[in-house]
């Protein structure tokens, strides 16, 4: 289960995000997001847990956490909804 991490310190790092993570259960990973432009943090990032219990676990203990003088904002990651299929038509032409 993926979790989300906003409101970051601009100068969190990812293994610092890890680091936050740990004590909740190993996570698969722990990305801040950053611009592609330069890598400047955009101020939130994710962390992917292999079970859901670790991911509500965290999320029940990092949201509203002070960490670099900013407070947390934890919720579980909203996935976009797949795109949906382009149908191909087909355009009869006049004889």
Known sequence: MKVYVGNLARDVTDAELHDLAVPFGEPHCAD????????????????????????????????GRD??????????????????PVSVLKVRRPR
Do not use: C, N, W
């Open 32 to 63: 801040i997001a950053r611009e592609l432009s330069g890598g400047a943090s955009k101020g939130f990032g994710f962390i992917e847990y292999a079970t859901e219990q670790t991911a509500r676990a965290a999320i029940t203990g990092l949201d």
């Open 67 to 84: 960490v670099h003088g900013q407070i947390l904002t934890v919720r579980r990651a909203i996935m976009p909804a797949p795109a949906a």
